[in-house]
């Protein structure tokens, strides 16, 4: 079975560009959640949906992110515009929503640089 | 404000011994921890997880403990093997109260020298 396929590894993009990462979730599994990684914060949630909802995106860092999941096997991050600061591996995960106490699958991420 | 901390940035071990990884946890909600482990240029997997219920779990060479008086936990690899060399992400969770929210610590880098 396949895991959490994203989209693309890396992406290397000019300040101001837009950009767009992609996920599609382990079937079956109906809550997802991106992430990303940097040296200085570690691992921090973004935003996560149950059932193609978004139920906490506290972590977004601002207005220029924004996630969707138009259905369960698809999801985007964007960023628009883009700055270097934003340059990071961001994660997505995937886990069944009905199971409370178990872990989440990540994804391979996506490393993005912002030139 | 962090919720997790792990307060060692890295850690190194000689092939064979113990390996400790420590956790710090502030969150009294907090019911249910994870261990996930990291190689470069791949996803966290998951390795071994505890309920609050319990203060030991353990799976082949990895063991967690679990002191909720202290708000500690602590992930023990023995005897370590080159392969365990990753980073190691301890988080936190609380699903009656936040859902299916993960909280991470800033992951700690295990070095085990053959």
């Known amino acids: 079975d396949a895991g959490v396929i994203q989209s693309p590894r890396h992406e290397v993009t000019e300040m101001g560009q837009e950009v767009t990462l992609r996920c599609k979730p382990i079937s079956g599994h109906n809550s997802l959640f991106w992430y990303r990684q940097t040296m200085m914060r570690g691992l921090e949630l973004l935003i996560y949906f149950n059932n193609n909802v978004p139920i906490d995106d506290s972590g977004m860092p601002e207005d220029r992110f924004s996630a969707k999941m138009p259905n369960a096997s698809f999801s985007t991050l964007k960023i628009q515009p883009s700055e270097p600061r934003d340059s990071a591996v961001y994660f997505c995960a995937s886990k069944k929503t009905s199971i409370s106490y178990n872990e989440q699958f990540f994804g391979p991420g996506t490393r993005l640089t912002v030139l | 404000d962090q919720q997790v901390k792990q307060n060692s940035p890295s850690l190194s071990v000689q092939e064979g011994r113990i390996s400790i990884l420590n956790c710090d946890y502030t969150?009294?909600?907090?019911?249910?921890f994870l261990w996930y482990k990291k190689y470069p240029a791949e996803g966290p997997t998951f390795l071994i997880s505890i309920s609050s219920i319990k203060d030991k779990n353990e799976d082949g060479r990895f063991t967690v403990f679990l002191n909720k008086s202290a708000k500690h936990l602590s992930l023990h690899i023995v005897p370590s093997q080159p392969g365990d060399s990753a980073v190691y992400f301890c988080?936190?969770?609380?699903?009656?109260?936040?859902?299916?929210?993960?909280?991470f610590g800033a992951g700690t880098i295990l070095r085990v020298k053959s």
């Open positions: 969150n009294s909600m907090f019911d249910y």
């Open positions: 988080a936190a969770s609380a699903p009656r109260e936040y859902g299916n929210k993960l909280v």
